[in-house]
């Protein structure tokens, strides 16, 4: 059965304008191309359902949602405002996000040691361990380790998010901080608790009261009433997998409060247009300025101070467009920024073009046995080369 289409077209969004960048011309043949990938996609049972929004910082180009919350063509159709698992999209869009607010208040600095805000990391071999090292993943933390090593030392007055943080503390360094970048989730679980420590709030109260509320995010947050969480597609066979976390270290790290910081936050490709749209725009809003110039700045350039090989944004993987002509330098001018998640979620914002890509599915249901590398890399030659500007280099434009 041919996959069923909900369709919203892109709204025009009051932004203040400036002079346009090479935004993409997506054409017929462009939106005809997205649909096909992406309908191969789920066809395949690549994923149930996905969500794709392009644009730019002052109009949506293109968005359209596609499929089932599952296989079965009698569950419900995804929309536009469907909560997705943005997995480790919530790295970017939520703590990186939250970090740039502490910073632009100054109530955190880059080079503060995490010590400075969580005793537990007050150890001979974490106190060089800055917040900078923390949002660049070149802190020396492992990638990743179970809640169960946690749950064995927890006390029966800890909260989860508290043995988890400690047992972190606890853990050996990989690799001596400053001296290499392996990404890791322990770095963003830690970051997410030093926010909540500096705000004296919790991460989802900062992000509501500064971010989600100004731009109408809606259908955005970490821990979704019963009503919103039914709107989620599930993201497996577990009865309960609709609007709860699909991350283990975030599931377990979850208390009602705390937010976990490598995982755990849901949002819809309306919502995250909109953020979208504010980065693009230097960080304003129909007329408010949620995020400052020059903290915008920050998440285009590279953080890694003193390693020359390696390059990371505020909290965001940082490159080139891969169809810009290769005369076109890397400045935080030129860059994009990325991040995409586990359970088949990514989001592009590039400086370069002025556009914007956000694609979102539950490719994790029933099982994580599937990829959507496909979709991700059709939907991009579609968006960008739809546009003489990105067509490859010349020979005399090669470096």
């Known amino acids: 059965m041919e996959t069923r289409l909900a369709l919203v077209s892109g709204a025009l969004l009051l932004c203040a304008l400036r002079p346009a960048c090479a935004v993409p011309v997506l054409d017929e043949a462009a939106r005809k191309a997205i649909d096909r990938v992406v309908q191969e996609s789920i066809a395949k049972h690549d994923t149930p359902s996905c969500v794709v929004v392009i644009g730019s910082r002052d109009q949506v180009l293109f968005a359209k949602a596609y499929g089932h919350f599952t296989y079965n063509v009698d569950s419900p159709l995804v929309t536009l405002d469907t909560p997705y698992d943005m997995a480790s999209c919530s790295k970017a869009v939520g703590t990186a996000t939250a970090t740039a607010l502490l910073l632009q208040d100054g109530k955190l600095r880059l080079d503060d040691p995490v010590s400075k805000y969580l005793p537990w990391w007050d150890r001979d071999d974490k106190r060089a361990i800055t917040v900078r090292n923390l949002i660049t993943h070149t802190s020396g933390l ?22 988890l943080i400690k047992y972190i503390a606890s853990m050996p360094l990989k690799y001596e901080t400053n001296k290499g970048r392996l990404y890791a989730c322990l770095n963003f679980l830690t970051l997410a608790r030093v926010n909540e420590e500096a705000a004296g709030v919790s991460q989802e109260t900062l992000l509501r009261k500064r971010v989600f509320r100004p731009l109408g995010m809606l259908n955005t947050g970490y821990y979704l009433s019963i009503s919103k969480k039914q709107l989620c597609p599930p993201t497996s066979r577990a009865p309960d997998s609709q609007g709860n976390v699909h991350d283990p ?69 940082l490159s080139r467009n891969r169809r810009a002509p290769r005369s076109i330098k890397l400045t935080s001018k030129t860059a994009t920024i990325s991040h995409s998640g586990y359970t088949g979620t990514s989001v592009e914002i590039d400086r370069y073009s002025g556009t914007f890509i956000v694609i979102l599915t539950n490719r994790v249901y029933p099982d994580d046995s599937t990829n959507v590398n496909a979709l991700k890399s059709g939907v991009r030659a579609a968006v960008y080369g739809a546009d003489p500007a990105y067509e490859q280099p010349t020979e005399e434009t090669k470096l």
Request: net charge negative; with cysteine; glycine share 10%.
């Open 142 to 163: 492992a990638a990743y380790t179970s809640s169960a090593n946690a749950e064995k030392l927890r006390t029966e007055d800890e909260t989860h998010a508290d043995a």
């Open 249 to 317: 270290l975030a599931n377990y790290y979850r208390d009602g409060y705390h937010c976990p910081g490598n995982a755990g936050l849901f949002a819809s490709g309306n919502d995250l247009a909109r953020f979208c749209q504010m980065i693009l725009a230097d960080g304003k809003w129909e007329g408010k300025q949620v995020l400052a110039p020059e903290t915008v700045e920050m998440l285009f350039t590279n953080q890694i101070l003193n390693q020359p090989k390696q390059s990371w944004g505020l909290g965001w993987g």
